[in-house]
């Protein structure tokens, strides 16, 4: 009787020995993920680092003036006046204070304003009258695809 006891002990020994290694392998490999988790965060802020430090060396009122007196023949820069400039009175309303329009899109369904109708009519013999396409002649479309553009120096 000893010995089936002393068995069930070394059974529940090796069960609870193999549940303790799975559970440490599963601790070791979240704490790897971890980690793995951490050093790309730093990775990730380097590289938002390397850009601000990039950005604010492409902004420098010193270069961007260099480049300003460089294109100043292509772009035609001008400085910007202070008339240019748009006070929050002068912006357009906010859409929650337009205006609502007389006409509902039900109305229009259902022909009561006698305006719109018109000018549905209207609109359908536009549709109806399309003009007819011309086609373009091969010497023209010749020209038109040649026209020197100078995006491109050959």
């Keep these: 009787m000893l010995r089936s006891f002393d068995l069930v002990l070394i059974g529940i020994m090796t069960a609870t020995a193999v549940v303790t290694y799975t559970i440490k392998h599963k601790a070791d490999e979240k704490l790897a993920e971890v980690r793995r988790l951490e ?26 003036h260099r480049l300003i007196n460089v294109y100043n023949a292509e772009l035609a820069l ?5 008339t240019q400039l748009a006070m929050p009175k002068e912006l357009p309303m906010p859409k929650a204070q337009l205006p609502q329009p007389e006409t509902t899109i039900e109305d229009i369904i259902a022909g009561k304003n006698s305006e719109v109708m018109a000018a549905l009519k209207g609109v ?8 007819v396409k011309k086609p373009v002649s091969s010497a023209r479309r010749s020209s038109v695809d040649v026209i020197p553009t100078g995006s491109v120096k050959r």
């Design 39 to 64: 050093t790309e965060i730093k990775l990730e802020k380097d590289t938002i680092d390397l850009l601000k430090a990039d950005w604010a060396l492409l902004t420098q009122p010193n270069r961007l």
């Design 78 to 82: 001008a400085a910007t006046e202070p």
């Design 124 to 131: 359908e013999a536009a549709k109806a009258k399309q003009p």
